[in-house]
């Protein structure tokens, strides 16, 4: 499956943007699907990630309650609606992709996902 992320952009502390993540080449629903992000210097952390049939999600401590990760499989889209972003929020996004089965638990590492999007820059200014 091929994974374009897009949205990412400026935007100043309490603000809001919505990434989108666009699969082709493959059934979409078949994936569990998952945002990471990275900061310079830092690694490659967690944010998100969403069930085939979105019937459950799993988020860092630090976005708990600011972001929310949705899909919409008849789109072969997902989402991070990221609301009340901090300057520490600034990363590069990347959305990934997991072909493990429908019953598995949601991934929180990186090197567990199969197929990764390119990146979408996320800057908050304070």
């Known amino acids: 499956v091929q994974l374009q992320a897009s949205g990412g952009g400026l935007v100043q502390a309490g603000g809001s943007l919505r990434l989108s993540c666009a699969a082709s080449?493959?059934?979409?629903?078949?994936?569990?699907m998952g945002w990471f992000r990275q900061a310079p210097g830092k690694e490659r952390e967690f944010v998100a990630a969403?069930?085939?049939?979105?019937?459950?999600?799993d988020y860092a401590d630090s976005v708990k309650g600011r972001f929310t990760i949705s899909r919409d499989n008849n789109k072969n889209t997902g989402y991070l609606q990221m609301n009340g972003l901090k300057p520490e929020d600034t990363a590069v996004y990347y959305c990934?992709?997991?072909?493990?089965?429908?019953?598995?638990?949601?991934?929180?590492?990186?090197?567990?996902?199969?197929?990764w999007g390119q990146g979408t820059q996320v800057t908050v200014s304070s």
């Open positions: 969403i069930s085939r049939n979105a019937g459950r999600t």
């Open positions: 080449g493959r059934t979409f629903s078949n994936y569990i």
């Open positions: 990934a992709a997991d072909r493990s089965a429908a019953t598995s638990s949601l991934r929180t590492k990186y090197i567990e996902y199969d197929y």
